[in-house]
């Protein structure tokens, strides 16, 4: 009854908001400009600007003017410019934050590092691997860079305390294999931007979290795509544009990994699945007993259900199973299973060596905007970050398995 009590009041502040401590002095305030009234921006940044005491939403542009003003009056925000060129060059603006269609990501991008904006944009940052080195290789950022211009894609779930738990579980030189599986209802209609080639549509953009975690989790990039199946959009709709993909991949060492996402799945799979990371290690030695002339092994399996949105509800389940063998011709003396479930919804609970106050119904993008603004600030953060060549090798893995489908690589409308 106390865990559902618990859970419930976290669901309710979440709803709500939460707690949301006053303003620093106006000139300690980092001013947000919106590009375009997006569905996702209450979530991932308006609400947790609220619950930031050094950000403000100063300004939203949108390019239908009247759906900007009410999204601004809706949600309070002061100033409602006529473009997005007007918001990017405005004297009340001091970082922007782009969820705009995937297509239109490198060339708004760009124009804010022109103008020393800081930016917060939003997955996936650009259409494919070349425009992603433009962006964040070239003179643009550089430039900007040297300014203190601060730029990241918004994988949000990586800032939150139960994925760096999570990660602390696992034991990267032994892990032979990853599965990612990404199950979501028909949330979004076939003509959503999400499956509009022109706008760098896709599956595999969309939900290209998968490809985020393997190589979070690996900590490094594939050698190949092996294989990549794919459901695509039926005529008239954009046979270039996948609802539904397939992917495994070869890593260094012969490790593999599996993801798979739809946007077409059931709402009873969504929720039987929970959105599962699992990760499978080798068998290691532990111990050895000399006397005994044997040597214990231990093979771990942990399983993360809900990594994108772990403050709504999460569980990591640990199972090792351990071998007791005969050093001399391996033969087995006795085995046995140890299984364990940990949870991370604060740094406390997480106990990790992390000391930051925070709130059990902190949006995943809350931590993301400590972050960022952390680096703004120059503090030293929780360690968590996504700098320019992990989203390089994003698009690099996301264009890898494009092509092993058959389909082509996406391309921003500005290229």
Known sequence: MTSLISLLNRWRLMATGGHQPPKAPANQLIRFGILGAANIAPLAIITPA???PEVTITAVAARD?????????????????????????????????????????L???????????????????????????????????KAAAEKGVVMLEAFHYRFQPAWALFLSLLDRTNIVDVNVNIILPQLFPDNDIRFDYNLAGGAMMDLTYTNSVVRAIYGTEPEECTSCEVQTMKP??????????????????????TTMGTHRGSWIEHLKTNLPVTVTHRAVVIETNEEKGEETLRKRKVTMRNFMMAMI???????????????????????????????????????????????????????????????????????????????????????????????????????
């Open 50 to 52: 609220a619950q930031h």
């Open 313 to 415: 509800w999460h569980r990591i389940d640990i199972e090792d199973e351990f071998v007791v063998r005969k050093k001399e011709g391996g033969e087995e003396v006795r085995r046995w299973t140890v299984k364990e479930s940990r949870k991370g919804y604060t740094w406390e609970e997480a106990n990790i060596g992390v000391d930051r106050k925070c709130e059990t119904y902190w949006l995943t993008y809350k931590y993301q905007l400590d972050a960022f603004v952390d680096r703004i600030k120059g503090r030293e953060g929780t360690g968590a970050w996504v700098d320019g060549e992990d989203s390089i090798g994003q698009m690099r893995m996301i264009d890898m398995a494009y092509r092993k489908s058959g389909l082509p690589t996406r391309v921003s409308k500005t290229s």
């Open 65 to 105: 003017r009247a759906k900007a003003e009410k999204f601004a009056k809706k949600h309070k925000i002061p100033i409602v410019l006529n473009s997005y060129q007007e918001l990017i060059e405005s004297d009340q603006v001091d970082a922007v934050y782009i969820p705009l269609p995937n297509g239109l990501h």
């Open 236 to 257: 008239p709709l954009d046979e270039r544009c996948d609802h539904t993909f397939s992917t495994t991949w070869r890593f260094p060492g012969g490790a593999t990994a």
């Open 107 to 141: 060339e708004w991008a760009l124009e804010c590092l022109k103008k020393g904006k800081h930016v917060l944009l939003e997955k996936p940052s650009v259409g494919n691997e070349e425009e992603a080195r433009r962006l964040f290789g070239g003179e643009e950022v």
